[in-house]
């Protein structure tokens, strides 16, 4: 068998991957180093062999190696490129995708790199053209099935630096031939990016060819596309659009709406220094009359519209198309428009226009006309889907109104509107577009606020009030309390109103409102929940005065629910606003972070909030990891970007927040010390602080919100915390956590606990003590009776090879069933004599269980704050283990007693554990070795008899003693504190009578640390006097 067949049957046969890498090793040392010849007589069978690699292998390092090879056999050899370039194109063309998997092809991808890298482009066009189309279509494949972009891009952008590759894209972009290299283009214009007379150069061909294959294509493209045009679209230049784009999009427009007007909206969106108010007519009549005749196009229509609308920074050529659009509304320029449908996109086109910039007298002019049209024409229109959209105007262009000259008349008219249509008589859907648009203007326009008060309060009130008591009328309630505390902010004569209506007390700050519950606002749709946004910071900044106890928390903890809301607009708006709150008001932070750990301490209320309202199945439940990046996000939302002067309140606020369960338990360690250091980067002065600020934030950890919760996740999120603390400035803080831990771990309870005491405490709830020892003896009696019970094997089966011998039924009899228990006679007495001896039976028990109850709950509180201690002590050692071991003896004195305990001897092993992990290497790599050994020591100190649990040669201890060795091996001694850490253990060894080789080891260290001076002497050389005297 040659070497090539040997090979290729390695290849398909094994599944080792250090065997496949011998193949590799073994190939490299015959063609580079062995046989110079080997390659040019089996190029063909060799690229054949990298090729059949590239399609089975699925690990990094197996195809870093084939690409390594075959790379440098590229370069040295050209019969190797060829065969290699000729397989890349064949199996790259006869495969389809979902065989040759993702990994298979973008490992030919990178191997069809490799051949561009090494061909000759002065002679190998034509090739090189053929791998490029290749690449194209490995691309397109690749990025179909979900491959990153910055995982493909670094082998494009080598291709896009290769002059004549880049050439041949460019070649391909202008042919119009096969499908359009999209990704080809975005490689060039990221070249383009750091190579600006590489982008001048070809910016030209790139534009043209973004117009002859995008905008005039015959597809339109999606967003995963769009994206390779955002470089072009964001270094766009007003000339450019006018000569090359505006031309191309006119005539697309008239042939393939669908794809133009996608193309026109991603353009635009990505261009924002661009002004195109010379073709905002031309563009706005075509896209004008594409939304009214093609329904197919129309959504993507009124975006491409808005987007012409935000790059038009003329207000008098805005005006202009308003007013052409206007005319078609009001019938003066085609007549009356018989379609409802028609009417009712047009108010829809028209609204399209009021995002565009500026806020100036000619916008607010606009503005005017607009108002004082729609105003008139929402009571003219009977058709309630027309009336919808021409009441979404007021909305709309509101916001650009300003409220003084001759603009106040439209404002007027839209607020009596607006009054009118927010009857609860008036029906739901133009009821609710009025509340909608009240809301949009108030929101958007702070300074028409007070103009719109006197009109439109009494009539959200009135729809306040009747919505507490008709559920119906529940989600109208809502937005018109938005409307109506936004009104009170800037008005007086509104809070009055609301006031006077009882509004304030019944209906918005109630503490069982329905209104702004978690509850009621995850039914809103996601646009009328992003504007509560504001109306939280309006009653937080304008009316601190009316929220007192629950109704403060009720609205921090709204805010904290819009910050996890399912919907990304409404999470913005909600950060936003949280931002403007904590900056503006610090004093609000607090409130703010209190509610957030309130929803994290009940994940349930904001549970509707985080999934879709429409999510079945699996997906209406929430993944803990879901919920906990939600809550990260909306805790950096309400710390403010920058805190000069934070105090100690803050601070801890912000720890047991930042170290809360709902966060860290459900992501991985590493992303959740990733929100706290987000936080504490807000705080540029926190490290110079903190010790000034120690004895506050210890004790607020260990308060009514830390420690000494009676909420499991707080007390968590106190640990936590003090374990970040500890790293921060361990030696302004370790004094108060000494003090807390010695607090905790007060064995005094706990050592005087009797037997009985325990037994009771492992008895389950509604058993007596007695009751259920006795019944788990009887259970222990009746399985030793069904194990002698069971049949032995009889025939071939049976062992001892005695297949064929007469069977023998050895069983023993089962003992022959107790004698009845004589039945006492009866005693002569009253009838009820029974009865009153059951009576007192039955009440004595319950006086039992009463007393066992009480028994059961002092052992429970005793072995809470116990495991509290030791779980504090463990989160501490692990927060800062080198400052930890310079204080491993006050600390194995708090929980070495604790490692025979029945109650907490787990939690306490686990604690000990943890200091010994911050003992130097290598003897702290034996942790768990050393904590085993350590509670061996105290059982045996507590039975009394070392020697009956054979301390020596448990193997826990023979792992120490050898650690131990390796640590002090050339004479080097131990630090105190780590050497009275293990102390005992070889206390233990050598005052044991049985000798092993332990012995010596465990001797030469003690020997080694007689000398020092911050060791247990005393005790070392009594050990050592020991041993004189016993040794012979």
Known sequence: MSLLEGLRVTLETSTSGKQQLEIWSRLRFTVFDEDEGFLEAHAAEVASLVLEAARRYTDNALERAVVVFAGTAAKRNAAFMKALASGVVKLASGKPAHQL?????????????????????????????????????????LVSLQMPWRVISPVLQSEARNKQAATVMLSMLKSGEGAPPHYMLRALLDRGLADAAFMAEVRADLLGAFCDRVINGRERIGPALASCYRPLAA???????????????????????????????????????????????????????????????????????????RRTHDAGVLGEQASSIRKILDGSAEGKI????????????????SEAPGLGPAMA?????????????????ANEEARTGLTSLLGCWLVRLTPVGPHAPALDAAAATLADGCRVSVGEVPRRAHLRAAVQALRGNTTVRAFMAAALTPAVAKIVADGLSKP???????????????????????????????????????????????????????????????????????????????????????????????????????????????TSTPALLMPLLDGLRGCMNEPGCVSPLVVPPDATGEDAVPAAGLCARRFAYALLQIIPSKIEDVDPEQL?????????????????????????????????????????????????????KGLASSLPAEQTAARQALSTCIAISPNALMPHVLEKLAQLLDRTEHDALPEESLEIFATPEGHLASEWKALQEVSEAVMVVERRNVRKAKG?????????????????????????????APRSGPAGAKKDAAARQAEWRANELNQESKVREHVRAVKTQLLLGLRVLRDVAAGNPRFAATKLEELRELCQPLLSSKLVGSEAFE????????????????????????RLVVLAQQAQQAGAVKLPAAKEIAGVVSALRQVTGDRRPLQGASYRFVFPVLQAILSSPTHTPSHEDALAVVALHCGAHDVPRAASLALLYHLLGVVP
Do not use: Y
Not at 534 to 539: G, I, Q, S, Y
């Open 796 to 824: 071939r089966f049976k062992s001892g090879g005695r297949a064929f011998e007469e069977d023998d039924d050895d069983d023993e009899p089962p003992p022959p069933p107790p004698p009845p228990a004589a039945k006492p």
């Open 101 to 141: 998997g993702r990994r298979g092809m973008f490992t030919l991808l990178v191997l069809s790199k490799v051949v561009v890298d090494t061909l000759d482009p002065d002679t190998a066009k034509r090739a090189l053209s053929k791998l490029i189309e290749v690449q194209v279509a490995l691309v397109d494949a």
């Open 652 to 704: 801890s606020s912000v720890l047991l927040a930042a170290h809360h369960p709902g966060i860290t338990a459900a992501i991985p360690p590493g992303s959740a010390r990733q929100v706290w250091l987000a936080a504490s980067r807000r705080m540029p002065t926190l490290v110079k602080v903190f010790p000034g600020f120690a004895p506050a934030v210890s004790q607020a950890l260990n308060g009514p």
């Open 338 to 353: 018989k379609m409802a449908v028609e009417r009712a996109v047009l108010a829809h086109s028209l609204g399209a226009l």
């Open 911 to 934: 604690a000990v554990r943890q200091l010994a992990a911050c003992l130097p290497a290598p003897l702290g790599g034996q942790a768990l070795g050393l904590a085993a050994a350590l």
């Open 472 to 582: 119906v009328l529940r989600l109208d309630a809502t937005l018109a309390a938005c409307a109506a505390i936004l009104m009170a902010s800037s008005s007086s004569a509104a809070d009055s109103v609301l006031d006077s209506e009882r509004v304030w007390e019944k209906g918005l700050l109630a503490p069982d409102s329905p209104l702004l519950s978690l509850p009621a606002v995850a039914k809103l749709p996601a646009a009328d929940a992003a504007a509560l946004a504001d109306m939280v910071e309006a009653l937080l900044l304008q009316h601190p005065h009316r929220l007192q106890g629950p109704s403060n928390t009720l609205v921090c903890r709204l805010l904290c629910g819009l910050l996890v809301h399912w919907a990304p607009e409404v999470r913005a708006s909600a950060g936003a606003a949280a931002q403007r709150i904590t």
């Open 365 to 381: 002019a606009v503005a005017a006309e607009v108002v004082a049209f729609a105003a008139g024409a929402v009571k003219e229109e």
């Open 235 to 309: 270094s766009l230049s007003s000339e450019e659009f006018s000569t090359k784009i505006a031309p191309a999009v006119t005539r697309s427009l008239r042939r393939t709406p669908e794809v133009a007007v996608t193309a026109l909206h991603m353009l635009l969106t990505h261009a924002p220094q661009l002004d195109i108010s010379t073709h905002t007519l031309e563009l706005g009549g075509i896209l004008v009359q594409q939304i009214r005749t093609k329904e197919s196009v129309r959504p993507m229509a009124l975006d491409a519209l808005r987007a012409v609308a």
